[in-house]
């Protein structure tokens, strides 16, 4: 149904910033909460931040709290996630994800609770 697709990954140094975009087809994002998440190497995916339908609630992990911000714009179809002051442990493929439950906050952190899911867009941060 869903299709998402993120862009706007690549390479940039430490201190520095990217706009991860996260355009959706197929269908819409209507009654979604979305997600970010990203996949280090070696690691797990975890979970980076979470934005409900309506932009009014938003949640963060602690490691990118005050340097990300997530939003989305419905008119577009499309879901953001801007990266500030990034660092080398900030590398990893990043994923969107969304989803039509309706979550408690603390739910919305989980993977498992995600329906539809992106092909990944890469970040290195190196100098």
């Known amino acids: 149904q869903v299709q998402l697709v993120e862009s706007g990954g690549g390479e940039v140094q430490p201190g520095g910033s990217l706009r991860l975009s996260c355009a959706a087809s197929?269908?819409?994002?209507?009654?979604?909460?979305m997600g970010w998440f990203r996949q280090a190497p070696g690691k797990e995916r975890e979970f980076v931040a979470t934005?409900?339908?309506?932009?009014?609630?938003?949640d963060y992990a602690d490691s990118v709290k005050g340097r990300f911000t997530i939003s989305r714009d419905n008119a577009k179809n499309t879901a953001y996630l801007q990266m500030n002051r990034l660092t080398p442990e900030d590398t990893a493929v990043y994923y969107c994800?969304?989803?039509?439950?309706?979550?408690?906050?603390?739910?919305?952190?989980?993977?498992?609770?995600?329906?539809?899911w992106g092909q990944g867009t890469q970040v290195t941060v190196s100098s």
């Open positions: 994800a969304a989803t039509r439950g309706l979550y408690l906050t603390i739910r919305r952190r989980y993977v498992g609770n995600y329906d539809y």
């Open positions: 197929g269908g819409t994002l209507t009654n979604t909460n």
């Open positions: 934005i409900t339908w309506s932009g009014g609630s938003t």
